[in-house]
């Protein structure tokens, strides 16, 4: 054995117990943030099927118990659960379709064509993202009640279409479709909006997955625009109507709890079916050569 293989070997050796230290510190922080971070998801499903007098036990229980049915049943007598499911349900997917359209169509418009006071217009629509939502609550509910649309869903849907956010996602990743692309299809004859569908679109799968998941949870988790404009207790969205079964004397938090682990199922399913393409989606358009 030469001396520089023993001198190395001697170096690796000092070095493990180091390196293994670092491992075992780094496995047991992961460990800390995984369960930081489900723990409150099983204290959920532990509460929904748990009565309200079981959640405030001394010791609290730890395990699943036998009253999920019966909070189902209380929730659904109380604030016709089925029917919010449907209404949240139907008003975040035509929602996320529209202002996919919206927002699609005008990052492909800033990020592809020329025209006077595009880069003033963006940098307008941009300021959007900076100033609270709170802000345009009062104008955006007396337009609705000129319209008379009060305590109907288009009022739910129409007014955040054209999202700041969604327009710079696409914007950015559109930018990196190359214009001899567009140009060649151009020489070949295609229309624009054949354009847009068969070039632009395809590879853009990653970008609209990330954009769709933001739009539907977006409007799922939406309170405040819903709260005020509607009315009726069976147009009512998730969040609202989970909001309204907090009694002034008596609450049912077993039922509310079990309410709120089904609206976490279909944000759930939503980003499993498109996971894949989130992060691709996010970062399209980060890196410009």
Not at 20 to 26: C, Y
Not at 62 to 72: A, E, K, Q, R
Not at 85 to 92: E, F, K, P, Q, R
Request: aromatic share 10%.
């Amino acid at each position: 054995m030469t001396p520089t293989t023993t001198t190395a070997a001697r170096r690796r050796t000092k070095g493990a117990p180091g390196h293994l230290r670092n491992s075992i510190v780094l496995t047991w922080g992961l460990a800390i943030a995984l369960a930081a971070v489900l723990l409150p998801f099983y204290w959920l499903v532990v509460g929904a099927t748990r009565s309200t007098g079981e959640i405030f036990d001394s010791p609290p229980p730890l395990t699943p118990g036998g009253h999920l049915l019966d909070n189902l049943q209380s929730l659904q007598d109380t604030a016709q659960f089925g029917r919010v499911v449907l209404n949240s349900l139907g008003i975040a997917a035509v929602y996320t379709l529209c202002a996919g359209t919206v927002c699609t169509l005008a990052g492909y418009a800033f990020a592809k064509y020329r025209f006077r006071g595009r880069d003033l217009l963006f940098g307008v629509l941009m300021l959007g993202l900076v100033v609270p939502g709170q802000v345009t609550l009062v104008p955006l509910f007396k337009l609705m009640g000129e319209l008379e649309w009060l305590n109907t869903y288009q009022a739910v849907i129409l007014p955040n279409l054209a999202l700041p956010f969604g327009i710079f996602l696409m914007r950015q990743s559109m930018g990196t479709i190359p214009d001899e692309l567009l140009d060649s299809g151009r020489v070949d004859g295609c229309g624009e909006f054949r354009l847009f569908l068969k070039v632009v679109l395809p590879p853009m799968r990653p970008a609209l997955a990330a954009l769709g998941i933001f739009l539907f949870l977006f409007q799922w988790n939406d309170f405040v625009w819903p709260l005020i404009v509607l009315r009726d207790s069976a147009s009512l969205t998730v969040p609202v109507a989970l909001a309204s079964l907090k009694g002034v004397v008596n609450t049912d938090y077993g039922a509310i709890l079990a309410g709120t682990a089904v609206a976490a199922i279909p944000m759930a399913v939503v980003f499993l079916a498109l996971q894949r393409h989130f992060v691709s989606g996010l970062l399209a358009g980060a890196v410009k050569e």
